[in-house]
């Protein structure tokens, strides 16, 4: 089933600098402690909204997803992923991390696992976010070309789980942070 939904409008949080002319500065207006997930969603919303802040960055790969660490510190890390239609995630989760998603350009779809049936889709587009806890298993893939997204993180990334279904039977394999999410079936 596939579900095309309205862009959401979460509260952004008055803990994350409104107007933040730099990537500094945001970072100089977070709290030091981990982030809730409106404090995620409110950073990632801000950074997707300001292109001049990530621009330079931004390149595309099939073969490879490209994607760039903006920030990390003890409490958040906050990336640039760049999408192409043929870029996909695999099913994963962020071990102990709460994250945030915000859609920068074009469009892209986040799968939820549907044991024994086929997994729900939302394609999230340009203006579009959306925050989830530490218990999240989904899988991202691209949908429109050249599709940007910032993601945040709290307590940064460290371990994350990669799932394959061998033979139906579902296992979860760990992966450090720094390696590309990428089916493994
Ligand atoms: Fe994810």
Redesign the pocket.
Same mark, same amino acid.
């Given at each position: 089933m596939t579900l095309t939904v309205d862009q959401p409008t979460p509260t952004p949080s008055a803990d994350v600098c409104a107007e933040p002319d730099s990537l500094d500065a945001l970072v100089a207006s977070l709290p030091e402690r981990d982030l809730t997930q409106d404090e995620l969603l409110t950073i990632a919303q801000r950074l997707a909204e300001r292109p001049h802040l990530w621009r330079d960055l931004v390149a595309f790969d099939d073969d490879r997803r490209h994607f760039v660490q903006l920030h990390r510190d003890g409490h958040v890390d906050i990336w640039l992923l760049c999408w192409t239609p043929v870029n996909d995630?695999g099913w &994963?989760? &962020?071990d102990v991390s709460s994250?945030a998603?915000a859609v920068a350009g074009g469009a892209l779809v986040e799968h939820d696992l549907v044991l024994g049936g086929e997994s729900n889709e939302r394609v999230v587009t340009t203006g579009g976010s959306w925050a989830f806890g530490p218990d $999240?298993i &989904?899988r @991202?893939t691209g949908l429109d070309d050249r599709s940007v997204s910032v $993601?945040a993180y709290s307590p940064p990334l460290w371990r @994350?789980g990669q799932y394959t279904a061998d033979g139906g039977v579902l296992r979860r394999v760990s992966r450090s942070y720094a390696d590309e999410?990428r089916p493994i079936d």
């Open positions: 995630t &994963h989760d &962020h994250g998603v $999240h &989904h @991202m $993601h @994350m999410l």
